[in-house]
Nanobody, 127 residues
C-alpha cells in the first residue's frame, strides 16, 4: 500500500537550517506531484497549511507566501524521496510537517480529497 515516511524533524534555535526527508513506497512515485504541509501546535482542528509542492517530474515548484524564499522542495525520482530544505527558521515555523502525495492533475497547495498523508515529523524552533 501507499506509504509516506517523514524524518528529519527536531528542535533547533531560530536562524538554523533543517532538511526534512520523505520516503515514498507502494506506488509509481514519478506519476504524482508531492507536497509538504504543516500544522501548528494547539490547533488540531485547523486545516493543514500547504507550504510547498513539486511536480511529478521535478521541474515545477510552488510555495506558500509564508515561507517564500526560505524553503526549497526537491525530489529524487530514482530514490523515491522528497525533501524540504528549510533555512532561517523562525519560531512561527514550529509545527508538525507532513509529506503528501498529490495526483498529477492537481496543482494546488490546497489538499484534494484523495491526497495521501504521511504520519508527520515535528519541527520546533526556539527563540
Amino acid at each position: 500500500q501507499v506509504k509516506l515516511v517523514e524524518s528529519g524533524g527536531r528542535s533547533v534555535p531560530a536562524g538554523d537550517s533543517l532538511i526534512l526527508s520523505c520516503a515514498a513506497s507502494g506506488y509509481t512515485f514519478n506519476r504524482y506531484n508531492m507536497a509538504w504541509y504543516r500544522q501548528a501546535p494547539g490547533h488540531p482542528g485547523k486545516v493543514r497549511e500547504g507550504i510547498a509542492i513539486v511536480s511529478a517530474g521535478g521541474a515545477a515548484t510552488a510555495y506558500a507566501d509564508s515561507i517564500q524564499d526560505r524553503f526549497i522542495i526537491t525530489r529524487d525520482n530514482e530514490k523515491n524521496m522528497v525533501y524540504l530544505q528549510m533555512f532561517s527558521l523562525r519560531p512561527e515555523d514550529t509545527a508538525m510537517y507532513y509529506c503528501a502525495r498529490v495526483r498529477a492533475d492537481w496543482w494546488s497547495l490546497n489538499p484534494s480529497t484523495d491526497t495521501v498523508w504521511g504520519q508527520g515529523t515535528q519541527v520546533t524552533v526556539s527563540s
